[in-house]
């Protein structure tokens, strides 16, 4: 039985990590052809090469057209439903038939064995946008695309546990047999079933073969690239993933990251039924037939808490951006003698225990200058408040702005709704 | 030099009246048809009977039906533009010319003169859903759009100053002649063009005339009906009035009606360039030729307080249905000595000075079992907090959610960030 590696992990593990661990010198354009990795170079120029070639010379018959669109599906399914969700994620059971499939659709993916991806992309998860984030997207779009897989890791990724996987048969079985399986899923089968059913063999080969893969493995980084560049940020704003229908087409439905991001263990990308999240579709119907069982989902309660905060937060830069009345502490206490006396010279209108100064008001007053004119050096509280009209909550934030000061004995400055402005009776607090 | 009519008005005029006005009898089964206003009930049955006579007996011509769909905006203009924001509510001003043209279009849409109908908006303005308010939406919707004015009003509308209307020039020269102006603007003229140019008497009157009219009457009352029940209330909702669409499509981009309610002088009911109020493009498009001028807006300032106003109070509905996590004061304090007794019992775990009971949630944690097994009885603060796993926003807020207690001389409880779960930082408060 093998044990988590991160049974006896230290409290402080990942500062002690980035302060000793060594870490290789960055690329640069002096040392960059010495640290590249020769493996994943020639897999990912050879494939679009070979596909390149096979359109200028191979006619694309329709049945290899159709066949090649099919198998892009079949094959980025076995990384988005097995590999990533299923595997890396654990959020859902998948009955052996169903594993055996998708280890096998993964495969024709040739992007590394299970076991590989899902140690990778956990410690992706663990370590997020940090030196120990192996696709990290501070390190720009480019290299958490293909960058890092083209060159030498300049650090090893962070700790991060897969001894769920080491027991897992379906697991061992595809990591011990992956080269076979990639010939055999990523070439061979593309190019028999078009050769034997309808006679195009090489169209299987350079079509549904390379052209095919080389879309599946753009379609996959993209996960790791646009999805941590395009988009909005609705569930949280801590780290580079974002939402964004163009990455979810792009990806089969792994484009709504931030969600993802947020709640990894959850087996929808998109939550909503009209966004466009077929890797979620393709579980709940597995576990329509019997395939798949306890599709994880986080508390909708915790989900819409992260969509609270977020809007909130977006809501307070309005806040702080617009203006605002007078604060009470910040107005003079002004007697009766003293606002009879100004009143002789400024138009002062008391209301609710506040005098206004609407000189720049009286000629704009929709009610007409007469009514505000009647009211200078005078309590207009019950007309304002509905005796001749009710003002709108609009007037009443408006009447706010115009608060010079506050009448000493006068209406009982308490927290009560007349001496708050509509608009301030509702506000975002920090606490 | 006509008086403001409501120049000494007193500052409890609308308790007053509403307490000693007397008040028709509400219209029932049984007296209806002895309450019928007939001039109206006249106007508004044999138009609609004229048009449908004129569809089954004249065939409509495509110069015709183009010039009826013109004519329709010309008059629907006049009252839109018109009647509705120049001189209902002021929002601009205009030039001699414009005003007479103005004048012209709206006779032809036969909704009474400028004068009667000022008087009656500005008391819907005034006493909006109120029984002051002739065509209240608190009737219902078919007293709103017509029933107001086939039955005799059930009591006075509330007094609305017009004394400016009444110092119009154009405003009395098309009240004195109005009877010969809905005459020859709303048959007259659109039978004798279509007659003229392309030889269709009939064609013009039926459908540049009957059928024309009743679209527009039906149209315009929408304002007061479907403006004040579909739709949202982006701006405030105090009142009825509501912002949608289709009440813009259907009444020249009358359909901003919470947006104009709340800021009725304001020149434009949709602020948004994309949406259709092309009664505010032309009203533009007149500035930009010299023919208008001083168009008012609201202070944007206000406009956003209310905005922000109405966010806050829908999220606040979805702020009080969450279920948060137990408030600090209603938590026990609990001894290092009891804590870890406890912890021999269940498993608790201590972060930021709270102690947590994770039995729920130790085969749910997506770090794995093990990682909480390690801490019972101990703390955990500085692995959650990134020593070991730097845990998302929604990881904290779940973790709050499992608080128990509180350690006695523990971390300090203030209201530090570790104290308060990321979704409760920002909270939407009531002064
Ligand atoms: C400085 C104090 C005042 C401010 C800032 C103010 C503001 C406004 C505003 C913004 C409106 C437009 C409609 C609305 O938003 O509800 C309005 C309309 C009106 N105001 Fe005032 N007002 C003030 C004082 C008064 C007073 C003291 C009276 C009465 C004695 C009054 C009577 C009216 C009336 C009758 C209207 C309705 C106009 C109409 O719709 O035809 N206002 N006021
Ligand atoms: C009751 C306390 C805990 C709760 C509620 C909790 C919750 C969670 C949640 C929701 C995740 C999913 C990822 C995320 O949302 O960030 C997670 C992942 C994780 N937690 Fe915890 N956790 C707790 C305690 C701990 C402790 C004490 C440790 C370390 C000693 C730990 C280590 C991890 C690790 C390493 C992961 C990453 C798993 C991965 O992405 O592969 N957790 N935790
Ligand atoms: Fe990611
Ligand atoms: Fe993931
Ligand atoms: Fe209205
Ligand atoms: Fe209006």
Redesign the pocket.
């Known amino acids: 039985e093998p044990e988590p590696i991160?049974i006896n992990i230290p409290d402080n593990y990942v500062q002690h990590t980035l302060k000793t661990q060594k870490e290789l010198p960055p690329i640069t354009w002096s040392n960059w052809y010495r640290e590249l990795q020769w493996i994943s170079v020639l897999a990912l120029t050879i494939t679009p090469a070979l596909a390149i070639y096979g359109a200028f010379t191979t006619k694309l018959t329709w049945q290899t057209g159709l066949f090649s669109v099919f198998y892009y599906y079949v094959t980025g399914l076995g990384i988005t439903a097995g590999y990533h969700r299923l595997w890396a994620h654990r959020s859902y059971n998948a009955s052996k038939p169903l594993q055996y499939f998708l280890a096998l659709a993964g495969s024709g993916a040739v992007e590394g064995s299970i076991k590989w991806w899902s140690r990778g992309h956990?410690a992706h998860?663990?370590y997020t946008d940090t030196e120990l984030d192996p696709y990290s997207a501070q390190k720009g779009f480019w290299w958490s695309h293909v960058g890092w897989m083209l060159f030498k890791p300049r650090r090893k990724p962070g700790v991060?546990d897969v001894s769920d996987l080491s027991r897992n048969e379906v697991v061992r079985w595809q990591h011990r047999w992956y080269v076979w399986l990639i010939l055999g899923m990523g070439f061979g089968l593309p190019t028999v079933v078009p050769g034997l059913l309808w006679g195009d063999w090489w169209g299987g080969f350079f079509y549904a073969g390379a052209l095919r893969l080389t879309f599946v493995h753009h379609s996959t980084f993209c996960v790791n690239s646009l999805a941590h560049w395009l988009g909005e940020t609705p569930f949280d704003d801590k780290h580079t993933p974002r939402d964004h229908v163009i990455t979810a087409l792009v990806t089969i439905g792994e484009g709504y990251h931030n969600f993802h991001h947020?709640?990894?263990?959850d087996y929808r990308n998109a939550i909503k039924w009209y966004q466009y999240d077929p890797t979620k579709w393709f579980i709940m119907a597995c576990q329509w037939v019997g395939l798949a069982s306890h599709l994880k989902t986080f508390p909708d309660n915790e989900v819409r808490k992260g969509q609270l905060t977020m809007q909130l937060k977006r809501l307070r830069e309005t806040q702080e951006k617009l203006t605002w009345a007078p604060d009470s502490n910040d107005l003079p206490i002004v007697s009766w003698d003293s606002f009879q006396e100004q009143s002789a010279k400024r138009p002062l209108i008391l209301i609710a225990g506040f005098i206004h100064d609407v000189a720049s008001f009286l000629d704009e007053h929709p009610g007409g200058r007469h009514l505000l004119v009647k009211y200078i050096g005078k309590d207009a509280t019950t007309a304002f408040f509905g005796g001749v009209y009710d003002h709108s909550n609009a007037a009443h934030n408006l009447l706010s702005m115009h608060r010079v000061g506050i009448l000493q004995h006068g209406y009982r400055q308490s927290l009560d709704d007349k001496a708050i402005p509509p608009a301030q009776r509702l506000r975002i607090a920090r606490y």
Request: proline share 11%.
């Open positions: 991160d956990r998860h663990r991060a947020q709640f990894p263990m």
